[in-house]
């Protein structure tokens, strides 16, 4: 005998073969179980899985409509912003216009003004002018035979001469001008001269030589003196006696009578 032969077996007992099917048959059950859960599950995981893929497309197509409504906003505020500027920029316009012209017309009225008060000035100094050369006129005529020189009396038509001219005292001095209100020196003498009959030349050189050559010692009422020489004198006028000439000086005196002591003459010719 065995010297174990006494102590119990320590082996489990064997299962019989039905029991080990039976249980093989149940673990393949749920291992079937498992796997068509598995697989069922997977499936069913896999639809987020494709939803999540979806999104991204249908934010995109979101995104690209919201910024197309925010484009075509931001074109209306534009087209709104755009209308009141151009608004306001007519607006403007209308007002820079009527300011315009309203400071045009005041211009407009200032110089109509201003020109009426110059033509009622040049009519008042004519009627004055006319009024003294009328007066000037009477005392010449009546003052003529008392009327002397250095040398000797005026002749009647020397006279004429000297009281035409008197009559111009005031004028106004301008280069080329022969009346009735502005003269030269020379278009002066030649008007003065035609009033005794006489047609004198235009110019001061011409004038200078026209008559008969009689110096500056001894000149008598009437004789034309002028400055300058004979046949190139750049002034004339007439002598009145007392040693005074009469003359369309210059712009600044215009017509007056002055002494030849201030303003020695280079020659006199008689013409009267």
């Known amino acids: 005998m065995s010297h174990t032969a006494h102590i119990p077996s320590h082996r489990k007992p064997r299962r019989s073969a039905s029991k ?37 497309t249908l934010t995109t197509e979101l995104a690209t409509k919201m910024a197309a409504t925010a484009d075509a906003t931001q074109d209306v ?9 151009q608004d306001a920029a007519t607006e403007k316009a209308v007002k820079d216009a009527k300011k315009a012209k309203a400071e045009a017309e005041r211009k407009a009225e200032a110089k109509k003004k201003a020109a009426a008060e110059r033509a009622e000035e040049a009519r008042q100094a004519r009627a004055d002018r006319s009024t003294e050369r009328a007066a000037l006129s009477t005392q010449s005529a009546s003052d003529s035979s008392s009327e002397a020189s250095t040398a000797a009396p005026a002749s009647g038509s020397a006279g004429a001469v000297v009281s035409f001219m008197k009559a111009q005292l005031g004028d106004a001095y301008v280069m080329g001008g022969t009346g009735p209100n502005s ?23 011409a004038q200078s030589t026209a008559g008969t050559q009689v110096g500056t010692s001894n ?50 010719v008689r013409v009267l």
């Open 20 to 56: 080990v099917a039976l249980r093989a048959g149940v673990a393949g059950g749920v291992l079937s179980t498992l796997a068509v859960a598995g697989a069922s599950g997977s499936a069913n995981a896999a639809e987020p899985v494709t939803e999540t893929i979806e999104m991204p």
């Open 77 to 85: 505020a534009d087209s709104v912003r755009h209308q009141a500027e």
């Open 183 to 205: 003269w030269d020196c020379s278009g002066l003498v030649q008007a003065a001269f035609k009033q005794a009959g006489v047609d004198l030349p235009r110019t001061s050189q």
């Open 219 to 268: 000149p008598q009422v009437g004789d034309i003196l002028y400055w300058g020489g004979a046949g190139s004198a750049f002034h004339t006028g007439v002598y009145i006696g007392d040693g005074q000439y009469l003359d369309a000086a210059n712009p600044g005196k215009g017509v007056v009578i002055q002494d030849l002591s201030g303003y020695p003459a280079d020659g006199a």
